[in-house]
């Protein structure tokens, strides 16, 4: 059974049909790339995958659960991240604070621990 599943997506944007119809299942493990010319809707298709914006039509499903239409910060917890096209990293940070600006939905700690984080929550965060 695929992991994700595109179901005749199709999202217009006024007059200008993005993505019509795609049937699309991705394998656990498996690792595709979505190939096209300049305006095929590559990064649309990446778009209703991640909740950037709801599809026009059809169903986006991850691990058998119906996530059409499901908002970017519900969709990044069910386990789907994306990078963008033109990335961008924080100047002035080290490459592994960069990685790890990311990190922070694998932590348990809420807003307070953020702010006043302890000596023994800087280590777990260091590992
Ligand atoms: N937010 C938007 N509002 C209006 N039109 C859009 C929007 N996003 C994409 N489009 C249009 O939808 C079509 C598909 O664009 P998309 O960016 O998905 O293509 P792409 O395959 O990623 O292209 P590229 O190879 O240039 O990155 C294009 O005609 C584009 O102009
Ligand atoms: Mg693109």
Redesign the pocket.
Known sequence: MAILELQKISKA?GG?Q?VDGLDLGVEKGEILGLI?P???????TFNLISGVYPPSRGRVLFEGKDITGMKAHKVVIMGIARIF?ITSLFRGYTVLENVLTGFHLYLRSGLWSSLFPTTESINRYRG
């Open positions: 944007f200008v993005a096209g300049n305006g095929a809707g590559k990064t649309t096209q």
